[in-house]
């Protein structure tokens, strides 16, 4: 099963409004990051989080991390048109090398 | 610069087929990722390496798949005998040794298995 699992599946918002997704995962981890990914090809790097963080922030963005629930959100604010993509979580599991461990998405579309 | 480039970018083959697919990394980047993505999914991890270590297989998911890297730069991941299932867009990443938590992305290659 997958470590990481996110929460909705599917997010429809209007242009300017915040999108909240959320990830859950079962065992300890190194750090979590989080990607986009659009039109199901490449994925882009958005921002990583360490166990020891707890709330992290880049320009529209903001992730939080509570590793005693093990679950992460990440909120885009003042969303835009140009946002609408595939979001993912992924946890880097400790003694698991740098390899990641992907959830199942979530789907956003904004709406202009 | 040049990012993580993939070829070929799609592949239609017939089931009982082999397939090779090819990863360049980001020049100087030291652990290169295969990872593939069936429809509508996340990400699956397939084999990972690391300068001269041996590569982390944990992921393959049959004995079909092969990887290997040569001279610590371009990867081949090898399908032998494809199945319809191993239809999925598979992905290859970098990361440099001095920031190995983030990984580059290519853009992919969307397999199709007829």
């Known amino acids: 099963s997958q470590q990481g699992e996110e929460d909705p599946q599917a997010l429809s918002i209007q242009e300017g409004e915040n999108a909240t997704m959320n990830c859950s995962y079962k065992?300890?981890?190194?750090?979590l990051q989080w990607y986009r990914q659009n039109s199901g090809r490449g994925l882009v790097h958005l921002i990583l989080?360490?166990?020891?963080?707890r709330e992290k922030h880049s320009g529209r963005l903001r992730v939080t991390l509570d590793t005693s629930k093990k679950s992460s959100s990440l909120l885009i604010t003042a969303s835009r048109a140009a946002d609408t993509a595939s979001y993912f979580c992924?946890?880097?599991?400790?003694?698991?090398?740098?390899?990641?461990?992907f959830g199942g998405g979530t789907r956003v579309l904004v709406k202009p | 610069g040049a990012g993580v480039s993939q070829s070929p970018s799609n592949k239609v083959t017939e089931k009982g087929k082999d397939v090779e697919l090819r990863c360049d990394p980001i020049?100087?980047?030291?652990?290169l990722y295969w990872y593939r993505q069936s429809l509508g999914q996340g990400l699956e991890f397939l084999i990972y390496?690391?300068?001269?270590?041996?590569?982390?297989k944990s992921g393959l998911p049959s004995d079909r798949f092969s990887a290997e890297r040569t001279g610590g730069s371009v990867s081949t991941l090898t399908i032998q005998r494809t199945q319809q299932e191993d239809s999925a867009v598979y992905l290859c990443?970098?990361?440099?040794?001095?920031?190995?938590?983030?990984?580059?992305f290519g853009p992919g290659t969307r397999l199709l298995v007829l």
């Open positions: 990443a970098s990361s440099p040794p001095g920031a190995r938590e983030t990984q580059y």
């Open positions: 065992t300890s981890i190194n750090n």
């Open positions: 989080i360490r166990s020891n963080e």
């Open positions: 992924a946890t880097e599991r400790k003694a698991a090398g740098n390899k990641l461990t």
């Open positions: 020049s100087g980047h030291t652990a």
């Open positions: 390496f690391q300068g001269n270590s041996a590569p982390d």
